[in-house]
Nanobody, 120 residues
Framework: QVQLVESGGGLVQAGGSLRLSCAASGRTSSVYRMGWFRQAPGKEREFIAGIRWSDPSTWYADSLKGRFTISRDNAKTTVYLQMNSLKPEDTAVYYC?????????????WGQGTQVTVSS
């Protein structure tokens, strides 16, 4: 199993920035990809960005590309999400997840989420 703990959420004014962290522990040698998702009240979970653990490949939801950046620290088995120019509509619970296989879009373990609230 892989355990994930997100941190870094909070309240920020529109136009501000936040950096979320997701620390992985457990069977991290099996991690193939990590990703960030979010879910706003009354909405479906939305993909934000993904990163492959073995190389620096990254991919983003088109609507968020340019404002959000995913990165990783292999030594700390931690993935980050830098969020800039935040908007009230970015308010959501943000989750990180890991995928252990190459199956496209498949994530096997999820964190508990961290709340991000953007005030106008």
């Amino acid at each position: 199993q892989v355990q994930l703990v997100e941190s870094g959420g909070g309240l920020v004014q529109a136009g501000g920035s936040l950096r979320l962290s997701c620390a992985a522990s457990g069977r991290t040698s099996s991690v193939y990809r990590m990703g960030w998702f979010r879910q706003a009240p009354g909405k479906e979970r939305e993909f934000i960005a993904g990163i492959r653990w073995s190389d620096p490949s990254t991919w983003y939801a088109d609507s968020l590309k340019g404002r959000f950046t995913i990165s990783r620290d292999n030594a700390k088995t931690t993935v980050y999400l830098q969020m800039n120019s935040l908007k009230p509509e970015d308010t959501a619970v943000y989750y990180c997840a890991v995928g252990l296989t190459t199956a496209p879009g498949k994530y096997d373990y999820w964190g508990q989420g961290t709340q991000v609230t953007v005030s106008s």
